[in-house]
């Protein structure tokens, strides 16, 4: 019994370690600038086999943390639109194609200067090609490049490697020893079908069953079930794909494609999100207590000049396939260093070379610490690349920055919505004063003879520039939402006898909205809806009345919703949105 408790109490220890490192580690790194990757592999360093001993297997917790990087993909599958993936397809077959295989060409070429066997430089080099997504995707996001066509490429190049795990492990398997005699026609064709069966019932299960499953459970309103079943579809797919040879992580994120035009997609993003995140930690505390100091102090040369080889040439392969694309100079170089480090695939496919005997137990090892240190680097690497890069500025040729303007309106923001509302009033001839923060769209609209300021409107200096404190009215329409919460904050905290009007994106936005003291806000999708709505009641043979009456009293309705919301807080009664309402 004294033994149960002590195991027990250990576990508990490793646990509470697990977190500490992380609560500790990740905001004291990204306090110091260095980002909460860097602090996650510091954290797992520490209390890991070289730090305080708390672990003895990392490669179990890393093997358990997998499923982050799974419910990551699942996340951006459920951003992917089957449509935008179809216009990706250029970039995934082409850009995504064209850099691994290139990069394989490089990296092959340092095994093969270190006098390896051309199979053992070739596989080596190719695990090095294979990127972590786990890495990557956590600076795009913390950058903000995610939804940026420079972001979707990056995540483009990602899926491709992504595919080519499954014809590389078929190549491991062919040139392993004995491995041509071993592996027939008949076994890759079969391997083969295997994987396109695999993503055809994922397709079929897409299209047809997951939208009535979660239809059926939604009307349960047991919501802890909800976020079970979004966590079985990931897993369920993950665990398909893996038994049909292909990558887990492939699996999730055509599970979040397939479910991306459903009405549940908010839901499910926000039930796994949580799970996501914490995985994903738990993958990074992983790797940094995985990274062997013996392994590394014994061959230090080797794994230095090697990690070395590796990435620059990587770098240079990425660069080189990136402007042969057409990519700028800036995203080419930025691109090359978010990418130089190897990744959790490597350590599939360096074990699937071991088994085949293309590698010993010890040259595993070796190959396995490399991929950890260039991680390891990686977070250096970007942030001495930002440190050196400077931010793009755009260039302000033609603009005019916002200076002692005077007028009865000043409208903030002057991008689709902006150019609408700012009609009407031009029509009765109001004096108004717009500023926008885009130089191109300021330039454009100075073609149709809009006079256009540059300015910022969440800054307080330029509302006071561009005479809001004279202004009879301000009119909020940025299309940065967090941009346009705290514009209102600073006119209503500064100029209270100013009414505020705003353009809200969606539900949450109005309660944003509210809560900063805005004086009137409209969704910017509500009122055509409802024209639309109109208009459909009306060809389906309903008279005016019925029309007017219905639309009357689901304005009322959402009102009633919206008020209550309010009264009980910011966030409160949420739950009483139902489907994806607060699209609206």
């Not at 294979?130 to 990602?158: C, D, H, N």
Request: charged fraction near 15%; include cysteine.
């Amino acid at each position: 019994m004294e033994g149960e408790t002590a195991s027990h109490g250990f576990d508990m220890l490793q646990v509470v370690a697990l977190l500490a490192g992380a609560v500790i580690a990740v905001p004291l790194f990204k306090r110091l600038g260095l980002g909460s990757v860097l602090g996650y592999l510091a954290a797992g360093l520490v209390v890991g086999p070289y730090g305080l001993a708390l672990f003895h297997d990392p490669q179990a917790i890393i093997h358990v943390a997998e499923l982050g990087v799974v419910i990551f993909l699942f996340v951006i599958g459920l951003e992917m639109q089957p449509s935008r993936l179809w216009s990706m397809r250029g970039d995934i077959f082409g850009l995504g194609a064209t850099q691994v295989l290139v990069c394989i060409a490089l990296l092959t070429c340092v095994g093969l200067s270190l006098r390896y066997s051309l199979a053992e430089s070739f596989v080596a080099g190719t695990g090095f090609v294979l990127t972590s997504t786990a890495i990557v995707m956590q600076m795009l996001e913390e950058r903000r490049q995610l939804g940026l066509p420079s972001g979707r490429r990056i995540v483009a190049v990602l899926l491709l490697e992504d595919l080519a795990i499954v014809p590389l492990l078929a190549i491991v398997a062919f040139i392993a020893p004995g491995g041509g005699e071993e592996v027939t026609l008949a076994h890759r064709l079969t391997s083969i079908l295997t994987g396109l069966a695999a993503i055809g019932a994922l397709v079929v299960a897409g299209l047809w069953l997951l939208d009535p499953l979660f239809s059926l459970l939604a009307r349960s309103r047991a919501r802890e079930v909800m976020t079970a079943a979004a966590l079985l579809v990931v897993l369920g797919a993950a665990l398909v794909m893996e038994w049909a040879g292909l990558s887990m992580a492939m699996g999730a994120f055509l599970a979040g494609v397939l479910l991306s035009e459903s009405s549940f997609r908010h839901q499910l993003e926000a039930d796994v999100e949580p799970f996501r995140g914490i995985l994903l930690g738990l993958f990074f505390l992983g790797v940094g207590m995985a990274l062997d100091l013996n392994v590394i102090a014994a061959n230090i040369g080797l794994i230095a000049i090697c990690v070395a080889g590796y990435m620059i040439l990587k770098m240079a392969g990425i660069y080189a396939v990136a402007r042969l694309f057409r990519a700028s100079n800036r995203e080419a170089f930025e691109r090359a260093v978010l990418m130089a480090q190897g990744g959790e695939f490597a350590f599939v496919l360096y074990a699937a070379a071991t088994s085949a005997g293309i590698f010993t137990g010890e040259e595993n090892a070796i190959l396995t610490a490399m991929i950890i240190v260039s991680m390891v680097l990686t977070p250096i690497l970007i942030i001495i690349h930002d440190r050196l890069t400077p931010p793009e500025t755009p260039s302000m040729e033609g603009v005019e920055a916002v200076s002692n303007q005077r007028a009865s309106v000043l409208l903030v923001g002057f991008g689709r919505f902006g150019q609408i509302a700012s009609q009407p009033l031009l029509g009765q001839l109001c004096s108004i004063t717009i500023i926008d923060i885009d130089p191109d769209a300021i330039r454009s609209a100075a073609e149709y003879g809009f006079k256009v300021h540059y300015g910022d409107g969440s800054r307080l200096d330029i509302l006071h520039a561009a005479g809001a404190g004279e202004a009879k009215l301000v009119l909020i329409a940025m299309d940065d939402k967090t941009a346009a919460v705290k514009a209102v904050e600073l006119m209503k905290s500064e100029f209270p006898h100013v009414p505020v009007l705003a353009r809200a994106w969606d539900r949450e936005h109005v309660l944003e909205l509210v809560h900063a003291g805005v004086d009137w806000q409209i969704r910017e999708t509500m009122e055509s809806a409802f024209v639309m709505a109109e208009e459909a009641l009306r060809r389906m043979d309903n008279d005016e009345d019925t029309i007017r009456d219905l639309v009357a009293s689901i304005r009322q309705r959402d009102k009633e919703r919206l008020e209550q919301e309010i009264s009980g807080g910011i966030f409160a009664g949420r739950d009483l949105l139902i489907g994806n309402m607060k699209q609206n």
